[in-house]
């Protein structure tokens, strides 16, 4: 079969893309009949120049722009048995020596790998942070540990793999090319040597930078559905007392920093293809494509929980995903969700593996995750139905080193 030339199939005006904007876009999928590539000035060459600084004294990557990296990584470390409190604090130290050169694009000295030579930062982040196993090891009293920290409870609904969940350490890498986070990883697997190993390690995806018209534009999941709009936003006055430990916490070394709960929900997506667009709708209480709440009005208008059909129903259904899991009903419970998509492949069963790395980062868990979640079990949350939460792990997230300092000093220099 002759397929279009490049020109022939502009001049038909078709794209075949639905709704993509044409030009740049569809001449890049047209096969080659001769024509010169893109043009060097229509290409995309800032991309990797870009640096993300932190926001002292909270770590970089937490509260990064609604617009964030399109690839990431969670990993966990476990200490070797016997690590000292002397290697943990030289870990430490070695780390935040190495985040402060791979974040600003270079190599740390010494470092013979060549995976992103020749790479910028590309907004590389890397959020290092502590679990509740790492207390009562290497000289750390178990009862240092924060009450935030104290293990989350079990959930109903969940069918965790112990073995991908939980860890000593823990260690957020997100960057706008998956060569520059699997580097940067390897070099803190490299600089741990010794001391902690890698206990389990998740990679995903997020809309590449630049592929939506609006940079501002709320990302979607592998559901489909826009999935953010009701974060709680940096400009809003109460952001920060939600999402980081307030400067008067009782754990001083926490003061700045936040909590992460991290779970790989696994969505079902076969069964979900399989209902109507409507019945989707009902499921999360929003819809598909705008993102507007079945209350009425557009993305950002507020819920209206008790707003009703024409024929007296609820128009967002007792079983909703957002009506469940809103801080109204969970005693004003907020956390901050920026999840990565995943897509392992299939299961043994021959269904997709992919899902959502969910990241939560919140000032408590108490009064963020473990609430809405205990919520979400316990009444039946309709996306239940559709996902499997199947790894666990909470760290607590340590504020920004203190100036010629390193990353969990408040605790380990003491
Ligand atoms: C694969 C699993 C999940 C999917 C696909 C999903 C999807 C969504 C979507 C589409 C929305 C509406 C848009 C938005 O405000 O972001 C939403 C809202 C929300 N979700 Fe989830 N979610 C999942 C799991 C969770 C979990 C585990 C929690 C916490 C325990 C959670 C907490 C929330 C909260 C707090 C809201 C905002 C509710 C509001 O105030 O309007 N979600 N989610």
Not at 214 to 220: F, I, K, V
Not at 278 to 283: I, M, P
Request: charge should be neutral.
């Amino acid at each position: 079969m002759k397929l279009p030339t490049r020109r022939a199939f502009l001049a038909t005006g078709a794209t075949g893309l639905g709704g993509v904007a044409a030009g740049a876009a569809a001449s890049a999928l047209l096969l080659d009949d001769g024509s010169p590539a893109t043009p060097a000035a229509d290409r995309v060459t800032s991309l990797g120049t870009a640096s993300v600084a932190a926001p002292f004294p909270h770590q970089a990557g937490i509260s990064v722009p609604a617009q964030q990296q399109g690839h990431g990584t969670v990993a966990a470390f476990d200490l070797v048995p016997g690590a000292s409190p002397a290697q943990l604090k030289a870990l430490m130290q070695a780390w935040t020596a190495a985040i402060a050169d791979l974040t600003a694009g270079r190599a740390p000295a010494g470092d013979p790998d060549t995976t992103a030579l020749g790479s910028g930062p590309c907004s590389l982040t890397i959020t290092v942070g502590f679990g509740p196993s790492l207390f009562g090891k290497a000289g750390l009293d178990a009862a240092r540990r924060p009450p935030q920290l104290a293990p989350l409870p079990v959930f109903g609904t969940e069918k965790l793999d112990p073995a991908r969940g939980d860890g000593d350490l823990g260690v957020v890498l997100a960057a706008d090319d998956a060569l520059v986070v699997f580097h940067a990883l390897r070099t803190l697997t490299r600089a741990a040597a010794g001391t902690a190993k890698p206990r389990w390690v998740m990679s995903g995806f997020s809309r590449a930078p630049g592929s939506s018209p609006d940079p501002d534009a709320t990302g979607r999941n592998l559901m489909g559905q826009l999935d953010g709009t009701n974060n709680p936003a940096p400009a809003q006055p109460d952001f920060a007392s939600k999402v980081y430990v307030a400067p008067d916490d009782a754990t001083a070394w926490m003061r700045g920093g936040s909590y992460l709960v991290f779970r790989r929900i696994r969505m079902l997506l076969t069964s979900w293809d399989a209902q109507t667009t409507a019945e989707q709708e009902r499921v999360i209480g929003r819809r598909k494509d705008t993102g507007a709440p079945l209350s009425g009005g557009t993305e950002h208008t507020p819920v209206n929980l008790a707003g009703q059909n024409p024929d007296g129903s609820l128009a967002i259904r007792g079983d909703a995903h957002i009506r469940l899991a809103a801080a109204a009903g969970n005693g004003g419970a907020a956390m901050l969700r920026r999840g990565l998509s995943y897509d392992d492949g299939l299961t043994a069963d021959g269904e997709p593996d992919a899902g959502l790395l969910f990241l939560a980062w919140q000032a408590d868990p108490g009064h963020g995750f473990i609430p809405v979640q205990q919520r979400l079990t316990r009444n039946m949350d309709a996306l239940n139905r559709f996902t499997t939460h199947e790894t666990s792990a909470l760290f607590a997230m340590v504020p920004a080193a203190p100036p010629g300092g390193y990353l969990g000093q408040g605790l380990l220099g003491a």
